[in-house]
Each structure stands twice: as structure tokens, then as C-alpha cells.
């Protein structure tokens, strides 16, 4: 370790290296009454008699809530009432469907401080990194607001026979979407997929994470007060192996968020039904600094990328790679900023880095950053949980010589922890960034945009970022957004984030003839005429 007796002193008295934000006087328990608990779990779909389980909040230890939880009885009963809504509500124009999307974005940024609190003392992020959730939902709210009419019209297409055959294809709604939403960002994983599947004709059933249930069932909350029919979106908690396979069970599609390993039992169970899914699964991302970067740039954007949300956040960057000749000069900026972010637990702005969700997740972290020390790593900076802070808090971590054998190096960490890799030509970077089976998000710096899109081009990741950490991707919600290899199926977001939960119809209409033998011509005469006309229409450039 690197630490000096000053530093530990520091870490002890949150003054110095990583000194605490101020906290504000709002807490945790006045925000989150038992009052908000129990308005909010009428939402869920339960039995009277259902089993409560409670939930801790991350930043103090403290209880949280009481949550019913729903039995596969339960998830049967909700897609029966869903698909009951589903079918009035696919009969609404598509435009009245889009304008209730619209009526949420202005409630959801007029009332946000309501939904802050709810994320914060169920994930223990910041308050800047939770309203990230809010200004993601408010994007897509209002891109599929706009541009759903326009994605779902009927679109005119070539017919078998020009100008006899009249053919349209029309954009049908699944029925009822499965969904199954993870703890790190449980507003905008909930609503970004729930929103386009809405206006798109569908109804949900979701089971968010039962730690991070009170977001969704707020967000629920404020869309049918938005005009969204109430049994439209059902919301089903419980334990992940025991009420996850009874969403897939019965869904028409599924979208899924969550790790690699139930990702890939979600995949096998649909497609043991023929039923179509999206999966948004793990990454071990990576960040290049090419030798022509602007230090100062890169070195601030490592920082959100790596640290933003406390590093539990699928699209954020765990590796560093860095040209040799800029190495030393970019680390000393970057090991600086990380040293002297603000940690803390407040409900208010002003802390920069917030606490780990989990027991769990402070474990893998712990015993990542513990066996690359061991097997001969240096820490940079950090390294230390604070526990002075919280039960859950964990010091923005920085290693240095990693190899490929320590799990740090190949497996998610989800937590505040970059690994730190030097290289000389940029096919060297190139390579070693693609040396995994994930491909969600990658980012490029440089000071030649046309560079950084050339080797954009070269990295196997679904989103790339030049001269950014990850929200200029994520935050285009008109292109998609997902992953490759390991890192998942389908996308969200853009075109492909809504057609998903359609069914694309082919109606054709037929004029004047049919496409059979007619009008007194036998089989080998309608043969050479339509021969006769397939050579025409390739000799007239016909589509």
C-alpha cells in the first residue's frame, strides 16, 4: 500500500485524502417515511397476507422498508390483469399513447427531489449521479414522446408486382413485456425500457430489485398520474430465482438488465418459449488515453468514468490503458483528482463519490483490490473501505501492475476500482481492450476527433466514447444503445429500443389480377411472362 501515517489520519478524520462532503441536515429516515412506504407498496402486486422483507439503506445500515413480496400466483395474476389493459390500450391512437410520456417528463423533472431521496437511500450514490437517472428517464420520455408515432407508422413498401400489389408494413405490439430491472440505476433501468414499450402499445409487468423497489414503484406512481391506466404496469417483488423465471414464464417478451450469468438463463428460458428478448448484461471497460490527448481532459473524464455512481455502473470504464510516453503525466493528474474526491452520504449535492449498494458488492471489491495486492500490484491511491463514512463506503481505488491472472483484471469488479495498463502503439491498446468476452462501452481520448473514430471503429463494444467517459453515448437516445459478445443482446434506445416490442405485419393487398395463372394463359405462359417480366424490371433499376 501506499498509504503514510498522514493519509490514514486524513481517511479517519475526513479531512484531507478523500475528505467527506458535507452531509446536510436531511437524513435518510425524514425522507423516506414510513408513510411514503406504505403509499408507495400499494403498488405492488401481492396477497394481503404476503411475506414482508426488509431493506437496509447503504449509506447509514439504518432499515428502510417492509416490502410484500409476490408469489408466482402473484406474477400469474398481474399478467392476467396487464393483458386485460393491454387490450384497450393498444387500441389508443398511437399519439395519445406518446402524450402521456410526455405529461410524465414535465411531472418527473417538477417533482425529481421526491424520486432523489428515493435513490439515494436505496443505492447510496450521490445526489448528482442519482439525478443521471432523472435526466436519463426525462431524455427518453421525451425522444419516444415525439418520435414514437413516427418509429410505429405503417410504412409503405415495394409490392410483389408494381403498382398491382399495394403492400404495407405495420408495427403490432407484443402484448405484455417481462421485465426485470437490476439495483444500480433502478429509475432510469425501469422506465428508459418500460417507456418505449408503453407508448409502443404493450403493458409491463417488471420486478425491479427488491433494494432499489421503492424507485420503481414511484416512477409507476407518477406515470399513471401521467394518464398511464393503473393495471397497465404491474409490479411484481420478490426473490430473484423464485419470481424472475415466473415474469419470463409468461411474457411475451422480455427485457432483461443484470449480470452475464442470469442473463444467459433468461436467453435459455425464452427461447424455450420462441419468445424474443433483450438483454443488457456485464462489461469490463476500457479506457484509451492516446499520446496525443489533452491530459488534463483525459485525466478529469477517467475520473467520472471510472468513479461516477461509485463505479456500479454497467457502462462505466475498470481498465485504463495509456500510451507509454504520456503515462507518468496523465497518472499524476488522474491519481490527484481521485485522491481528493468527496465522499459522502448526504441527501444534497455536493459529494463527488457515495457508498457501495451491498455487503456483496463491498466483498468483491475488498477481495479484488486484497489478491492483486497480494499477487504483487501497487495501489496508487485508495484501497481502503470507510467504514468512518458508512458501512458501505469504499475509497476511489487506483492499481498498477495488473496482469492477466488477477481477477481484478478480467472479472466485473462493479465498484471504484480501475486497473491501470501501458502500451506503445495504438494496435497494442486495441488489442488489449478487446481481450475480453464483454463489449458494452469503450472510450477514446484524443485530440484528433478523426482518430478517435478510427479506433472507435477497431474496439468490439456496442457504444464508443471519444472525448467523453460514457454520457455522450448513453445520452443520444436517438442511436442504440447495448453490447456485444458477453455483454448482451438487442438494444435500447433510438428506433431499435421501440420496434423491439413490436411485431412486424405484412399486409398485402392484391389489384386488378391475381399472382396465378389468369385471363386464359396456362402454367408455362404465366411462367415466361412473369420471366419476361423479372428481366424488365432488373433491366429498369427496379428495387
Not at 404491474?234 to 450469468?261: C, K, L, N
Amino acid at each position: 500500500m501506499t498509504d503514510t501515517t498522514a493519509d490514514t489520519q486524513a481517511r479517519s478524520t475526513g479531512t484531507g485524502r478523500n475528505p467527506a462532503a458535507p452531509g446536510g441536515a436531511r437524513t435518510v429516515a425524514s425522507a423516506v417515511t414510513d408513510a411514503v412506504v406504505a403509499r408507495l407498496v400499494r403498488g405492488v402486486t401481492a396477497g394481503p397476507d404476503a411475506e414482508a422483507v426488509e431493506t437496509l439503506a447503504p449509506l447509514t445500515g439504518e432499515r428502510l422498508a417492509a416490502l410484500p413480496q409476490s408469489t408466482p400466483a402473484d406474477v400469474e395474476r398481474a399478467y392476467r390483469l396487464a393483458r386485460t389493459a393491454q387490450q384497450a390500450w393498444a387500441a389508443q391512437p398511437v399519439r395519445r399513447r406518446a402524450a402521456v410520456l410526455l405529461r410524465f417528463h414535465d411531472l418527473l423533472l417538477a417533482r425529481q427531489d421526491e424520486v432523489l431521496d428515493l435513490i439515494q437511500a436505496e443505492t447510496g450514490k450521490t445526489r448528482l449521479h442519482a439525478f443521471e437517472e432523472v435526466l436519463g428517464a426525462a431524455l427518453a420520455a421525451r425522444h419516444y414522446g415525439r418520435k414514437a408515432p413516427a418509429y410505429l407508422r405503417d410504412r409503405r413498401r415495394g409490392g410483389a408486382l408494381p403498382v398491382l400489389t399495394h403492400t404495407l408494413e405495420a408495427r403490432r405490439p407484443k402484448g405484455v413485456v417481462g421485465q426485470i430491472s437490476p439495483w444500480n440505476y433502478p429509475l432510469e433501468l425501469s422506465v428508459s425500457d418500460a417507456l418505449p414499450a408503453f407508448a409502443a402499445g404493450n403493458a409491463v409487468v417488471n420486478k425491479p430489485d427488491t433494494q432499489t423497489a421503492l424507485t420503481a414503484l414511484w416512477a409507476r406512481e407518477l406515470l399513471v398520474e401521467a394518464g398511464l391506466p393503473a393495471d397497465l404496469w404491474q409490479i411484481v417483488i420478490g426473490d430473484g430465482p423464485v419470481v424472475g423465471p415466473a415474469v419470463v414464464e409468461h411474457a411475451d417478451y422480455v427485457s432483461f438488465t443484470g449480470s452475464t450469468r442470469t442473463g444467459r438463463q433468461v436467453a435459455q428460458q425464452a427461447a424455450g418459449r420462441l419468445v424474443g428478448a433483450s438483454l443488457e448484461l456485464g462489461g469490463k471497460n476500457a479506457l484509451l488515453v492516446l499520446a496525443d490527448a489533452d491530459l488534463d481532459r483525459a485525466a478529469e473524464g477517467a475520473v467520472r468514468a471510472c468513479f461516477s455512481s461509485a463505479g456500479q455502473l454497467c457502462i462505466s470504464i475498470e481498465r485504463l490503458f495509456v500510451h507509454r510516453s504520456v503515462a507518468d503525466a496523465f497518472l499524476e493528474r488522474f491519481t490527484a483528482r481521485a485522491r481528493a474526491l468527496r465522499l459522502g452520504g448526504g441527501l444534497a449535492y455536493g459529494a463527488d463519490m457515495g457508498s457501495l449498494v451491498s455487503a456483496r458488492q463491498l466483498e468483491t471489491v475488498t477481495r479484488h483490490v486484497e489478491e492483486a495486492v497480494k499477487a504483487g500490484a501497487t495501489v496508487l491511491t485508495g484501497g481502503q473501505a470507510r467504514p468512518d463514512l458508512g458501512p458501505l463506503f469504499y475509497e476511489p481505488t487506483v492499481l498498477d501492475g495488473v496482469t492477466t491472472d488477477m481477477p481484478v483484471c478480467t472479472e466485473e469488479t462493479f465498484g471504484p476500482v480501475v486497473s491501470v495498463y501501458r502500451f506503445d502503439t495504438e494496435d497494442e491498446a486495441v488489442a488489449a481492450a478487446n481481450a475480453t468476452p464483454y463489449g458494452l462501452n469503450s472510450s477514446v481520448w484524443t485530440k484528433d476527433t478523426r482518430r478517435g473514430r478510427a479506433v472507435a471503429a477497431r474496439l468490439h463494444t456496442g457504444t464508443v466514447n471519444v472525448n467523453e467517459a460514457y454520457a455522450a453515448a448513453y445520452g443520444s437516445v436517438a442511436s442504440p444503445m447495448g453490447g456485444m459478445g458477453d455483454s448482451g443482446l438487442g438494444r435500447r434506445h433510438g428506433s431499435e429500443g421501440i420496434l423491439r416490442f413490436t411485431e412486424a405485419q405484412t399486409v398485402a393487398t392484391q389489384r386488378l389480377m391475381p399472382i396465378g395463372p389468369s385471363h386464359g394463359l396456362d402454367d408455362r405462359q404465366f411462367a415466361g411472362l412473369l420471366t419476361t417480366g423479372l428481366k424488365a424490371l432488373k433491366a429498369l433499376r427496379v428495387r
